[in-house]
């Protein structure tokens, strides 16, 4: 009995070393190098994975500029800043986002909330809290303005509200008109 349990111990061991050299060979033969651009510009997007960009994920996206295949204003979460690093990150002129709401984050009127928890489903950062048949929250800090929970909420509770711009997102306002030539000196 005890040389079968040794016998049993030493062949488990043997095949899971062989498993291990087995895995790590597969690993170097087939490895695929990234291009280093995807990477960077991976790193330069939210990671929020939300979809809103018509890709899968970030990753897709990122892949898709690289190639040349997208263009850099289609992350609404990650917003004007994200577009411009984009943009430096692949030598391009930045692009106007079409429809930028700017800053918001999801607000949920708690007195209509059914607790369905569908919003919780839908969001790709867990920043909506709440239990079943509960009053839901969204912690704002969290919220990446994506607007993913808008659409899965059944009871329509649930609206994207403007937050004041940071010093990362203000920009001087474009003058309403022509500039007036400043006086010159007599
Ligand atoms: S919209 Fe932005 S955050 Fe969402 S998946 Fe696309 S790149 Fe990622
Ligand atoms: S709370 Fe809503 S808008 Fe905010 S990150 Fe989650 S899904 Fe997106
Ligand atoms: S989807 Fe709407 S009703 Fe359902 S838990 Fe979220 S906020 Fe409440």
Known sequence: MFWMIVIAIVSMSLLSLLSGIGLGIAAKRFHVEEDPLVDRLTNALPATNCGNCGFAGCHAYAQ?????????????????????????LLGVEP????????????????????????????????????ANKQAHTVIADECTNCDACIKPCPVNCIEMVPVAATVYEWKWQKPAGPVAALPTAA
């Open 64 to 88: 898709a500029m690289s190639s040349g295949n997208a263009e850099i204003n289609l992350c609404m979460p990650g917003g004007v800043r994200t577009m411009e690093e984009l943009a430096v």
């Open 95 to 130: 692009k106007p986002i079409g429809n930028d709401p700017g800053p918001r984050v999801a607000f949920i009127n708690e007195a209509l909330c059914i607790g369905c928890t569908a919003c919780v489903k839908a969001c790709p950062v867990d920043a909506i809290v709440g």
